[in-house]
């Protein structure tokens, strides 16, 4: 912690005039969990204030000396952001305090390729000779090293950008960066985490979202075209690859014969034939490497090369909560270690520091993710409910309708109906939710010829940066017209996204979110099933139901934001589900056809939307 901070944080007031519903509570529990070396996880509605409700109590902790660093861990850039704005609102408050945004190499190089070699990137050409100067200049300069003040002292002291932000992030008091820079066991931050003695604090934010990247950062897999196009443009350049290579080739060969007609195979025993092959294999590429230095710049080889080091290197943690999952489509033959329940790894991850905070719009229910997010009894669970009017949102559940794989050919008429009503009750944005493009595309195309005086646009599959700009910058302030959006439920605009007052009134979500079946989710299940007899709820219950929460999270942003959601399913009217709803979904109202929603929605925008009871 720098010199001056001690006072600025001792002198720090709470950055707004009053604390809103929710966040006193929060920031309260925040800090015992923190100065009692416990963990702790938060559901919270947007709206809380949630990053400066954990920021704010974390800060003071360490003007108390009860924790050296903070981590404020992400899985998307925006909420980077945010954590990075509360930071700088605090500095007006008169925060001294050095903050430092890690952007991923591949991101931040300014390259074409990443390749660190002093033949190909100048930056790292004497970079060892000038790395001194810059981080002096940069840190007496700025306590805001986010990525562009990072960017603009790598290229006035000609230096790697990413080394330049790795060296920094050692004199910073909060290091705001990607989940894998703590939990990855091939990315984390050795130079904080090598002995698990920090006294750091982990602020996690989007909380729900690391279940899933565990299980990727845990698990590894390789593919047999990797080999194979490896295998082609060295053939006849290295006797000891070729020779490698092609036993490789036909081990997978006969993994794929192994898999049968069913297409796959699940063992939970190692492949430890398979590991030898891939030990010859790395040891062949690094006498290769040795003696070709060129070699380095060749991408298709080196990312097969670390890639296979991953994989070897996630034996080390294959225990019971693993299997080996072998799976072919056509030629292709995937190999993968694949983590079942990532809770042990999470649990020993999170004692690289003192304390966490775990919190999101969506972690419900809390014991499951307490649970599956490396917690155990003793830490503690906190529900928040929503800080605004509950009558300025109208839920309606729509039960009559059967969205079952099945059955969604033949309810695509009964939906578009509904959405048609849906949006004729006012002018306004809205967004359509499907749980597959199918699905949306199909409904879409009904809607668009039923309803041609409506504009409707449909999410396409593979969006590039600018395009889904334009797609978001199409929800227009007061528009002049009614404009409806289908999009697909998990997709990229259905978490993250910030339409506030009429730049989104409504959201219409078609399914419960199950995630699509297949064979590695129920090998989720089926262990679940075996542990704890909830295998069904982990699998496909839980994860559906946090994507349908945070694509309605999409309508209310604000306290003056006012909107409606619809959710179609006839699973809505089961317990299970309902037991799952935040405390702000309860005034819910059941409708049985257009009708009937066309009534209670009349109602609600004349009346309900006002805040009249």
Known sequence: MGRDSGPSIKALQFPFPVYRQGQRELAVQAYRAIAGRKKLFVQAPTGTGKTISVLFPAIKAMGEAKTSKLFYLTAKTITRQVAEEAFERMRQGGLKMKTLTLTAKEKICFCEKPVCHPEYCKYAKGHYDRINAAILDAIKESDDLSRSVIEKYAQKHTVCPFELSLDLSLLADCVICDYNYVFDPRAHLRRFFADNSGDYVFLIDEAHNLVDRA??????????????????????????????????????????????????????????????????????????????????????????????????????????????????????????????????????????????????????????????????????????????????????????????????????????????????QKMGNYIVYFPSYKYMNDVFAEFASACPDITAVAQ?????????????????????????????????????????????????????????????????????????????????????????????????????????????????????????????????????????????????????SKGNP
């Open 460 to 608: 396409e599959a593979s969006m590039a940066e600018e395009e889904r700009e334009r797609f978001l910058l199409s929800f227009k302030e007061n528009p002049e017209k009614t404009y409806v959006a289908f999009c697909v439920l998990g997709g990229i605009f259905s978490e993250g996204i910030d339409l506030k007052g009429s730049r989104l009134i409504g959201t219409a979500i078609v399914s419960v979110g199950l995630p699509q079946l297949s064979v590695q989710q129920n090998i989720i299940r089926d262990y679940f099933n075996s542990k704890n007899g909830l295998g069904y709820e982990y699998a496909y219950m839980y994860p559906g139901m946090n994507k349908v929460m945070q694509a309605a999270g999409r309508v209310i942003r604000s306290e003056n934001d006012i909107g409606a959601v619809l959710l179609i399913d006839e699973r809505y009217s089961n317990k299970k589900y309902i037991k799952l709803f935040p405390k702000h979904w309860m005034r819910r109202r059941n409708i049985k056809d257009s009708k009937s929603l066309e009534k209670n929605l009349g109602l609600f925008w004349q009346t309900g």
């Open 215 to 424: 299980r990727e950062m845990f698990s590894a897999k390789l593919d047999k075209t990797a080999f194979y196009q490896v295998k082609k443009a060295y053939k006849g350049r290295n006797k000891a690859l070729d020779k490698i290579l092609n036993r490789i080739n036909k081990k997978m060969i006969d993994l794929r014969h192994q898999c049968g007609e069913q297409g796959y195979l699940i063992t939970t025993e190692m492949p430890a034939d398979f590991l030898s092959l891939l030990q010859q294999y790395t040891g062949t590429c690094e006498l290769m490497l040795k003696e070709n230095r060129s070699l380095s710049e060749d991408s298709a080889f080196l990312q097969l090369y670390f890639d296979v080091l991953g994989f070897t290197a996630i034996t080390e943690f294959y225990d019971e909560r693993y299997v080996t999952f072998v799976e072919t489509k056509r030629d292709e033959v995937t190999v993968k270690l694949f983590c079942l329940d990532p809770s042990f790894l999470l649990g020993e991850a999170l004692k690289r520091g003192s304390s966490a905070v775990m919190f999101s719009a969506t972690l419900s229910p809390l014991e499951y993710f307490r649970e599956v997010l490396g917690g155990g009894e003793a830490d503690h669970i906190l529900s928040l409910d929503s800080p605004f009017d509950h009558r300025k949102l109208c839920v309606l559940t729509a039960d009559s309708v059967s969205t079952k794989y099945k059955e969604r050919e033949q309810s695509a008429h009964q939906i578009t109906r509904m959405i048609g009503s849906f949006v004729a």
